[in-house]
């Protein structure tokens, strides 16, 4: 139960942790540390807690009868301690920080295996199987390595309770013949203590087993406080009464950099009134995304503010925030779970009318139902079972299932054909009709019903107005839009011809 719940609080950590955690740490170490680290935790607390108190319990109890018999004797087997308790505290000592390198290592190991598996039409596309089990090979080399030094250190400590064991063999047997030839002791006595002395070594060599499961669960520990240590995204503490988002979004000269880089948002000013719909324009690596990120606060711009309403984000409490927006992520995220869940992830509260209503609009309802399990089709592994296209219109069409104020698109229809995405423009522009949206697309021609366009070029807002005053300017936009335009036209002759 120790265990379990232990699994359940890192995974509840897990989820709390802002989106910058997840930068720095990659999926197969979380997983390792949930996983395998609990489980050498629990062998701790099972296993070998039971057998320490075995071997305590024999240790005391041999103690015991040995005062009793002879007291002196013991005092003689006693002083073979001191040697053992400190060579204990030094095995620890060294061991330690080797086994935190081997659980790093089995995690990279962990993580390389997930990754390379879900590159692997990548992988076998280019031929490069061979590589990838080299790379694979290096790492369980290195592992093998930090393995075997354990192991020395572990053998050494081996080597020491055997030493000792004969060492007091020898010195019972030598002192012991004396003492019994003297007449002070009986051979009974002598007898006793050395059939003893043996027994004592066992719990002794059992301690040192022991002492390396529990310094394998230290470094599993270690690594798991590393993430219940690391901070959970700091809810903010205002929780305005209001349930209606009224006014508008605010950028007011908010610059950001991811950790440690150079600036990707310089000095942006935005003033998104409620029920305005504007877009998102600009080269790639603009910063278009990055601006969406600041929004949801899955990051905090370094510098300026952001405001919902008149609420600073930064102090807004985080669920307040999101309440409000819904989002449909550049890049297409789907769980394992059938299609319903993945609509109204995993809400059973959301009723199915509510999730086909938002299906019909995102042109997918009926590809759903063409399925072989219609909505209760399970996506395997990322959705691998559908298209692309028929991926991002089920991210789509979970943003409609919350029905949210304020509606993000990134990039939400660009892998969708044409006619679908003309469609889906259509049922939009009724759809966002008292909503506020903030639509991200390279293919201008989606955008233009827009109430503003907003053109992003490297981290700067370059210039803004309705697609008719951008194209007037003939400014930065303008040229953008002549681009595709011209190669638009461009297919058309030659697909004519
Ligand atoms: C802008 C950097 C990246 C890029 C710049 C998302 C993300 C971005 N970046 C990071 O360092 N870490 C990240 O997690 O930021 O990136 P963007 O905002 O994603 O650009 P975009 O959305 O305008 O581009 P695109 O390609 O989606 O049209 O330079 O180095
Ligand atoms: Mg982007």
Avoid: C
Avoid at 327 to 336: H, R, Y
Wanted: no cysteine.
């Amino acid at each position: 139960k120790a265990a379990a719940d232990l699994k359940d609080n890192l995974f509840q950590h897990i989820l709390n942790l802002p989106i910058s955690f997840f930068d720095r740490n990659p999926v197969g170490r979380l997983i390792t540390r949930v996983e395998s680290d609990t489980e050498a935790l629990k062998l701790l607390f099972t296993s070998t807690a039971v057998v320490l108190v075995q071997d305590f319990a024999l240790l005391i109890g041999m103690s015991v009868v040995m005062i009793l018999v002879n007291w002196k004797l013991y005092l003689l087997i006693l002083a073979l301690l001191p040697p053992f308790v400190y060579f204990f505290y030094w095995f620890q000592k060294h061991i330690r920080p080797i086994y935190v390198e081997i659980r790093r290592k089995v995690a990279d190991i962990n993580n390389f295996i997930n990754e390379t598996i879900g590159g692997l039409p990548v992988i076998q596309a280019f031929n490069q199987e061979k590589n990838f089990r080299h790379k694979m090979n290096l790492h369980n080399q290195e592992k093998y390595r930090k393995e075997l030094i354990g192991m020395k250190l572990w053998y050494r400590v081996w080597f020491m309770v055997d030493f000792g064991e004969v060492l007091g063999f020898v010195l019972l047997l030598g002192i012991g013949a004396v003492w019994a030839l003297k007449g002070l002791i009986t051979i009974g006595t002598l007898i006793l203590f050395i059939s003893y002395i043996m027994r004592l070594f066992m719990p002794l060599r059992g301690l040192s087993d022991q002492l390396n499961v529990i310094q394998r669960a230290f470094a599993s520990a270690e690594r798991m406080f590393g993430i219940l240590d690391s901070k959970p995204e700091e809810p903010g503490k205002v929780k305005p009464a209001i349930t209606q988002f009224q006014k508008g979004i605010v950028f007011d000269a908010v610059n950001f950099a991811y950790e440690g880089r150079e600036w990707v948002l310089k000095d942006i000013n935005l003033n998104i009134k409620k029920g305005e719909k504007i877009a998102l324009v600009g080269e790639t690596g603009a910063g278009k995304t990055s601006i969406i990120g600041l929004l949801l606060r899955f990051y905090e711009p370094q510098l300026g503010k952001i405001l919902l309403d008149d609420y600073n984000l930064q102090n807004l409490d985080k669920h307040i925030l999101r309440r409000y927006v819904g989002f449909v992520p550049q890049d297409v995220i789907l769980f394992p779970g059938s299609i319903l869940d993945n609509l109204r992830l995993f809400d059973e509260a959301i009723p199915e009318e509510v999730v086909y209503n938002a299906t019909k609009r995102a042109r997918v309802h009926d590809k759903i139902l063409n399925l072989p399990d219609g909505y209760k089709t399970n996506l395997i592994q990322r959705g691998i079972n559908l298209s692309q296209g028929e991926r991002q219109l089920v991210s789509f069409a979970r943003a409609l299932v919350f029905n949210p104020e304020i509606l993000i698109l990134d990039e939400a229809t660009s892998s969708v054909d044409p006619h679908t995405e003309n469609l889906i423009q259509v049922g939009l522009t009724e759809l966002l009709k008292d909503r506020t949206a903030i639509i991200i697309a390279h293919r201008l021609a989606t955008i233009q019903m827009v109430d503003r366009i907003i053109v992003l070029h490297k981290g700067s807002i370059v210039e803004q107005g309705s697609h008719s005053e951008l194209l007037s300017k003939e400014g930065y936009y303008y040229r953008l839009y002549r681009l595709q335009y011209l190669s638009t036209l461009k297919e058309e002759v030659t697909n004519d011809a």
